[in-house]
C-alpha cells in the first residue's frame, strides 16, 4: 500500500471561510490605507491657489479622479461593514465571495482613481498633453504586478 500525499488543508466549510476572512482582511487593510490617503490628499487640490489655475480639460479629469477615488474607498470599505453587518448570521463562506468581489472592484477603481491623478499630475507638471505614453507604462507596470503575476502563479502552482 502506498501512501497518499494529502493535498490541501484539512478544514470544514467554516474554518476555510474564517481563514479567507482574516487572510482578506489583511489585503484589504493594505488597501484601505492607500486609498484613503490618495483620496485625502485629492480632497485638498480643489483648495489650493494652483487649482483656479486649471484649464477646464484638468478641472473634468480632478472630478473624474475625485468621484473614481470616493468609489475605490467605497468598495475597499465596504469588507468591513458587511462583516460587522452579517456577524453571527452563519453566512461567512457567503460574504467572504463578495468581500472578495467588493475587494476586486476596490482594486480595479483604485487602478482607475492612480491612473487619472498620474495624468492630472502630469499635465499640471510638465504642461505636456502628450504623456500617455508615461502613463500606459505605468498602468502596464499595475497591470502586470496585480493581475498578471498573480494570475500565472495562480495557473502555474494551482493542482488539480
Known sequence: MTDRVRQGRDESEEERADRMWGDLI???RVTQTGVQILFGFL???VFQQKYAELSGTDHTIYIVTVVLGAAATGALIGPVSLH???SGRRVKPQAVRLASVLT???LFLLLATMTSALVLILRVATGDS???WVVVGVVVWYLVCWYALPLW????????
Open 26 to 28: 489583511q489585503e484589504v
Open 43 to 45: 480632497l485638498t487640490v
Open 84 to 86: 460587522r453587518l452579517v
Open 104 to 106: 476586486q472592484v476596490g
Open 130 to 132: 502628450r504623456i500617455a
Open 153 to 160: 502563479s495562480r495557473r502555474r502552482h494551482t493542482t488539480r
